[in-house]
């Protein structure tokens, strides 16, 4: 974890955490990095970053200065205004700007807003360039052999310019409408759009690919962002779907990274299922290199179980979608993603995409012409509880030998029946204790448990 920046970004309630100020520094700090690159590389061409944003009310103050601190160190700043994150990071891509910047804070409240970044090749900005950006911040730079105290402006000519990049974010629309092998002429599709950046990209791909497609959560205000809707109040869709008589219903965050699905029962698909259900498909297709799907540590134990069954291997990472993107580049993996629908499939990705994913679950459907609740058959997901304890050192709670010896003891009660976890939270003063079982009741036994050592043994903060 960076001073400013955690694993999806710098993220903080806008103007309190993260202010104005900061987001001009990033920018005057990109616009000077990338020139002084190009200029080392003989290259005189002015940096070229591309900029996408949610619809929260802050997204525009955000916009605006980092472009006017791009534009002040002298690169070209290119707006697609409101769009997703894998938009960005597609034409990050495809149109070969040095940089993208996703202005988001996911699924969090519209009063939070976050600063994503990109590298060249549309993925999350390595560690080492985000450092350097929280050095300039801190007023600490030292890079290119001196201290800088402050960066030079671009003047006369070298200021940079703004381009109106709207012409950008279609183009992505229509790559995601060639991805559809499949008419999805009728079937009835629920969509909702949290609020939030896919609420004028959603609708036009699936109407384009011949659905009937109802729509709900598509009138963002400034305020309303994922304000029960969208992946995190799944609920909303459920409801719909079940009233309206829908074959299939899509839910998405607030740059629609990820997606949550409810099938024509009501039911909710989560991002485990999702991954169990690709994995089958692009395995029976020769599609699954390595027949490894890459999941988080949070993934249900019920996953691995069925995935067992099918014979398809797994891997887990830390949590995060960088993390489990990192492990698929490294080891040529085409699927992976998390239990709370960032899905990555890299022959068409270089992020979680929720548009994508539910492209891509519709082929599946049509193409095997079953349900989305026959397709979840063969997955049994496990009953699951999760206590956060607020401690004094995470370390220390973390590595006590009691703490240790309970949570051995219930992991060798739970066998092959089930799991525990308990992780140190990578933002907060908290230990995390997690148990999936057969039953909810032990679930909640076996943590209470470990809980009790922990503030036993003093660990816990009063």
Known sequence: MGRYFGTDGFRGEANVNLTADHAYKVGRFLGWYYGQLKRQAGSDEAPRVVIGKDTRRSSYMFEYTLVAGLTASGADAYLLHVTTTPSVAYLTRMDEFDCGIMISASHNPYYDNGIKLLNGNGEKMDEETISLVEDYID???ELFGQR??????????GVGCIVDYVSGRNRYIGYLISLGLYSFRGVKVGLDCANGAAWNIAKSVFDALGAKTYVINAEPDGTNINENAGSTHIEVLQKFVVENGLDVGFAYDGDADRCLCVDENGEIVTGDHILYMLGQYMK???QLDNNTVVTTIMSNFGLYKALDEKGIG???????????????????????????GHIIISKYATTGDGILTSLKIMEVMLAKKKKLSQLCEGLTIYPQ??????VKSKPEAQNDPAVQEAVAEVAKLLGDSGRILVRESGTEPVIRVMVEAASKQLCQEYVDRVVDVICAQGHARV
């Open 139 to 141: 007023g600490k730079l």
């Open 148 to 157: 800088w105290e402050e960066l030079p402006f671009g003047v006369r000519e």
């Open 284 to 286: 029976q297709r020769g």
């Open 314 to 340: 797994y891997a887990k990472t830390a949590v995060g979608d960088k993390y489990v993107y990192e492990y698929m580049v490294n080891n040529n993996c085409r699927l992976g993603g998390e239990q709370s």
């Open 385 to 390: 509880v999760l206590k956060n304890v607020r």
